[in-house]
């Protein structure tokens, strides 16, 4: 599979924008479930299809998608409200953007993430104290493999929507199975979709201040829009600064939550 990328990726410019950027052939990386999961019965192309783009990007490239989300720096006020317990899931863990701050916060804790490079980054980007007290399993949001009332904080970022594939109602009933009574399931940088959170029981909570995606250079905010912001690559490159605001981008920034406590039997 190394190979056959790495003569892909020759011919293709390094800011071809996300939706443009991989080929059919680059389905392959999917593993029956997961391509059952992203692609059913059929096999749709990932040229122009943004969300089978990211599932590609997680497996193909996870250094570029450590790149991207170096520059989303969730609002402290989030991190500040999330409670200490003794044991967490994080659901969606991806490389680690909340799992390095959720393991000050507890004594044990599973991180689940489906696509295998990005549990190999993370495994490698963790110290070897906090690999002590982290497993690090593959599992989907609505087939979670851990016991019922296993964690008092089941959490996720950026990883939840509103289909089936990334979640849906099932991820959120599996959510609520592992929660142990009293406990709270948590979603950091929800969707768009609050309706459905909140006829699911959830409560919104929403951080004041400016926000900013905050690039290492203007070198990198130019790159990195060209590819994942196209429409607002020839902006960034007219400001030339490495901070990008979120309005420009058409994206809520990550200063929002919500949140639901599981009642006890």
Known sequence: MQPRRLT??????????LTRRYSDEDLRVFSFAERARFLGSGTPAPRGDRSLAFELLYRLEPQLYDRLVAAERIHPAVLEWLPRVDRVVEVGAGTGRLTTHLLTLCAQMVAVEPARPM???????LSPNALGKVDIVDGFFDALPIDDDSADLVVSCSALDRDTAHGGDAGLAEMERVCAPGGM???????????????????????????????RDTAEAIEMTEIFYPHAAAEVRVRGTARVDYDLLGVNPPRDLVFKKKHCN
Request: charged share 15%.
């Open 119 to 125: 549990r190999e980054r993370l495994s490698t980007a």
């Open 185 to 215: 399931v948590v979603v950091v940088w929800p969707p768009n979709h609050l309706d459905w959170l909140s006829a699911h029981g959830f409560t919104h909570l929403s951080f004041p201040g400016s926000m900013w995606m905050e690039f």
């Open 8 to 17: 892909q990726m020759a011919t293709t410019s390094r800011n071809t924008e």
